[in-house]
């Protein structure tokens, strides 16, 4: 824990979170201290949420928690990567992931200059 550094985000880090078998990003999250400690001890997903202000578990309402395999820092130390096994969807729109839409570049939301994939 003494790697991490709380001090960038008021109190929090960035949390990404990657299925553990497929490599697919599932999320991204905020976590502060309490987040990550209850994680590493429980082996579930915590974290932070901004909006309601309070610290939350994975799947404690819908049921579709995240087992926690493993936690990378990164060579900042404010970012971490939940390795999981994911026990439903992560996303709470019913998505496996919540990284299900794709940003066009003749959406006027796009960075100028982006390119269409081929």
């Not at 880090?13 to 590493?40: C, I, K, P, Y």
């Not at 082996?43 to 049921?63: D, H, M, N, V």
């Not at 299900?100 to 200059?113: C, I």
């Amino acid at each position: 824990m003494d790697s991490l550094d709380f001090s960038k985000l008021n109190g929090l880090v960035t949390v990404v979170v990657q299925d553990h078998d497929s490599g697919e990003v599932l999320m991204v999250a905020f976590a502060n201290e309490e987040a990550v400690r209850r994680t590493l001890a429980e082996r579930k997903a915590y974290f932070w949420s901004r909006s309601r202000r309070k610290l939350w578990r994975k799947g404690e309402e819908s049921g579709n928690e995240m087992e926690v395999v493993k936690v990378l820092v990164d060579c900042d130390g404010d970012a971490l990567l939940y390795l999981v096994r994911p026990k439903g969807p992560a996303c709470h729109t019913g998505n496996r992931t919540c990284f299900f839409r794709e940003l066009e570049p003749t959406d006027p939301s796009a960075p100028s200059g982006a390119r269409r994939p081929t």
